[in-house]
């Protein structure tokens, strides 16, 4: 018999089976949270092995500012922190690979003299 119990971390109060409410909170755990976010932190917004690799560059309230590159083409946005991981070795690896390189120091100061 499957025990279902009510699901209230997205504020529903729909019945799910416990397994998966476990599985769930289980990921829910390994996010990031706001406070343990800083400028210059390796990011990832999903837990795939291909997902792109972030360096924080800025924060703001609940925001924060993302760097990355594409070859040799430094992008960035502001984004909620939601979803925000970290990286395993595989995936700064992959990153690396595909985009050349992360974000330096440097890279992060220049991204915030522009925002200013």
Not at 55 to 64: L, P, Q, R, S, Y
Not at 72 to 95: H, V
Request: glycine share 6%; proline share 2%; with cysteine.
């Amino acid at each position: 018999m499957t025990r279902l119990i009510l699901d209230y971390t997205n504020q529903t109060d729909t019945a799910i089976p416990h397994s998966q409410l476990q599985r769930k909170k289980a990921k829910m755990t390994k996010r990031l949270t706001l406070k343990q976010l800083r400028i210059g932190q390796l990011i990832v917004r999903g837990e795939h092995k291909d997902a792109q690799v972030y360096t924080i560059a800025e924060i703001m309230g609940f925001n924060i500012y993302l760097i990355w590159f594409e070859g040799d083409r430094q992008s960035g946005q502001w984004t909620d922190y939601g979803d925000c991981y970290k990286p395993t070795l595989e995936q700064i690896e992959y990153s690396i690979a595909a985009n050349g390189r992360l974000a330096s120091g440097e890279d992060i100061k220049e991204a915030r003299s522009q925002l200013a």
